[in-house]
């Protein structure tokens, strides 16, 4: 049965948004972490060919603030995710962060903790995930930078003993 997000309806609701998703690769109970890099928005100008746009211009993001949210499926309520980490020094589970590690060209490091994964199922798991940004203008403005799918694959070993 293939997932909710593969699904004809979806193509025909979110048609035009599926093709912006990230398809991402991990393993069951490893530390999952990933960089996201920030663009200035380009300007709003008329249709232009494909040749002619503006080139993307990294966005400093000293002073934001950022989160990141894995969830079973896209209508799960944060409080049902598998993990949401942030920017601050808190998240859920604990040992996960975001961090702006080069903050002045938009380049941010989301990691999210190992046990976090540790109870997926054998075999593939796909799980949607979001990192999102808030910036400091006057209003506050919050915007996706990257949505997409992250398929699991299983591990051999479950625990370890250390010697």
């Known amino acids: 049965m293939p997932h909710w997000w593969e699904h004809e309806k979806y193509d025909e609701h979110f048609g035009r ?19 996201v890099q920030v663009f200035q928005p380009a300007p709003p100008v008329g249709f232009q060919p494909q040749s002619t746009q503006p080139a993307k211009v990294p966005q400093n993001i000293a002073g934001w603030y950022a989160w990141a949210t894995l969830k079973y499926q896209w209508p799960d309520v944060d409080a049902q995710a598998i993990a949401q980490v942030t920017s601050l ?57 990257e949505r997409g799918v992250f398929t699991f694959s299983p591990d051999a070993t479950r625990s370890i003993t250390q010697p």
């Open 17 to 35: 948004e599926r093709s912006c998703l990230v398809r991402r690769k991990a393993t069951r109970g490893d530390t999952v972490q990933f960089q």
């Open 89 to 145: 020094p808190r998240g859920t589970p604990p040992g996960g962060s975001i961090v702006f590690t080069e903050a002045g060209s938009g380049i941010m490091l989301v990691t999210f903790p190992p046990f976090a994964t540790q109870s997926f199922p054998d075999g593939e798991f796909d799980v949607v995930y979001d990192v999102q940004t808030q910036d400091t203008s006057s209003p506050v403005v919050t915007t996706t930078q």
